[in-house]
């Protein structure tokens, strides 16, 4: 009876062990609680210090609870510290790390209403107020680039949607307006990809190219990510994690994953999905993906102060949504004069066939109305040179791409 009980209590043991390590397993893996749950925050890392910074935001509660603390996170020990707090309590607002400083700017709830830059020192834990913002804004995209802070649309201080794009240039604590979005947005995921900045949610997702100062529409496919994913740089592809989805009551985190490739313009759902859902901020560090605190479900006070961490996206494979409507293969493939593009359909549909050189330009078009069932085109690239070629096929519902090589 004692041996019985003892393997049951051992069985038991081991199904929870298991069961806690089930996100491990998927890649993602609970680190050290934040100090403070908050959303809304602003945050940036220290690559040579090797800490992330977490800026004020609003705690767990539905009214709004504003914060001004500085949280501290230390990537080597997996612990956290505080700081000194912020000058004034913030949300809403952008962080971002520029020659050993950080900068805070946006935010709007009165008496809050920040009005001035703010400047946090790292080496001292000191802050500074700066010079006086152009306007109140908040709800911005924000990103550094060559030196300067950029600031992406948002929310004046009556609440509404605009396109206004300023650069701040911290040397000089000075302000520049450029040329405007086509459209106006707040909460953009925002990053920098060779010379070239995204912002993704609220399609049409946009990219804006600082050295000619042009605005160009990406195609954002299907993608109902509304705003603030975590967009995070992987070789040739930016993933973006989680975000605010529509068709829910809001804040209506999601768990989901997406890959753009900026040389095919394309957009493409991953299978994987995170273990969880999150509305929040997040950084890459060491290859690693962090996800800060964030709204975990539809209420505004549900904030959290977890941390995960995902180890290797290199894994992440767009193949798996591939495999889960159908394959999609080239043959030959590397190949002389021509390939066939072979896949098949679980509903008839409309399919457009897209092939791009090395460079993202376009070299073939081909459109048509398709059967259920496999699929077969030929694709002749005599004449063409030798390389490498993406063939990207979109479906009614589904983005998919693959790899030819021409010898």
Known sequence: MKI??????????????????????????SMADMLQATGYYGSCIDP???????????????????????????????????????????????????NGKIYIIGEHVSPQTLTNVQEYDPVENAWEIKGPVPEIFYAHGSCVYDGLIYSFGGRDVDFNLINTVR?????????????????????SAVCVYENEIYLFGDNPSLKYTPLTDEWYEIDAGECEIVAYAVPIVDGDRILLFGGYKSGGSYPNPCNEIWAYYPAQDTLV?????????????????????????????????????????????????????????????????PFTTSTTIEYELT?????????????????????????????????????????????????????????????
């Open 347 to 407: 509903k008839p549909s409309t399919v457009q066939i897209t092939i791009y050189n090395h460079l993202g330009k376009q070299v073939e078009l081909i459109e048509q109305h398709q059967p259920q069932g496999k699929q077969q085109i030929t694709w002749n690239a005599e004449g063409l040179p030798g390389g490498v070629y993406f063939c990207v096929i979109k479906t009614n519902k589904r983005t998919f791409t693959t790899k030819m090589i021409k010898l």
């Open 167 to 187: 650069t701040y240039d911290p040397v000089n604590d000075e302000w520049n307006e450029i040329t405007a979005m086509p459209y106006p947005r707040d909460k």
């Open 269 to 333: 759902k991953l299978d994987h999905e995170m273990p969880f859902n999150r509305f929040t901020r997040g950084h890459k560090f060491d290859n690693d993906v962090y996800l800060f605190g964030g709204h975990y479900n539809n209420t505004i006070g549900s904030v959290t102060n977890e941390l995960w961490r995902y180890s290797n996206p290199d894994a992440i494979n767009e193949n798996e949504s591939q495999n889960s409507e159908f394959a999609l293969v080239c043959f030959p493939n």
């Open 4 to 29: 019985k009980n003892y393997i049951n209590c051992l069985t038991i043991l081991l199904i929870l062990v298991w069961i806690s390590d089930l996100p491990a397993q998927n890649g993602w893996e």
């Open 48 to 98: 040579i210090g090797e800490k992330a910074y977490i800026f004020g935001g609003n705690g767990p509660s539905a009214t709004l609870l504003l914060l001004a603390t500085t949280q501290i996170y230390d990537f080597n020990t997996d612990t956290w510290s505080l700081g000194a707090d912020m000058p004034n309590a913030a949300s809403a607002h952008s962080a971002e790390m520029v």
